[in-house]
């Protein structure tokens, strides 16, 4: 069974930084791709950041240039990077490894941006 844990998440301002991490409990490099989704209250989960198997990467246009995505597969961890944090970034994130025809999900970490 995969298992993914985040963590990383808490109370930060606007403008301020928060890095989220997530470790997989095998290879990440056996995965298409490893993902962070985000849902707000109220609001349809969405995706904020990707990266491949190759390191490519995309991101939601409302986090481009502020938020970074990456992995270290000797530790079988993606990270995201986020910057210059906005109140609607406000939601609960989520990380997720893809293989064909099936997705893994974490738990979640709760990230608040408040003044």
């Known amino acids: 069974q995969v298992r993914l844990e985040e963590s990383g998440g808490g109370l930060v301002r606007p403008g301020g930084s928060l890095r989220l991490s997530c470790t997989v409990s095998?290879?990440?490099?056996?995965?298409?791709?490893m993902a962070w989704y985000r849902q707000a209250p109220g609001k349809d989960r969405e995706l904020v950041a990707e990266i491949n198997r190759g390191g490519s990467t995309r991101f939601a246009d409302s986090v481009k240039g502020r938020f970074t995505i990456s992995r270290d597969n000797a530790k079988n961890a993606v990270y995201l990077q986020m910057n210059n944090m906005k109140l609607e970034d406000t939601a609960v994130y989520y990380c997720?490894?893809?293989?064909?025809?099936?997705?893994?999900w974490g738990q979640g970490t709760q990230v608040t941006v408040s003044s």
């Open positions: 095998e290879n990440i490099f056996d995965f298409n791709t």
């Open positions: 997720k490894a893809n293989i064909p025809f099936k997705d893994y």
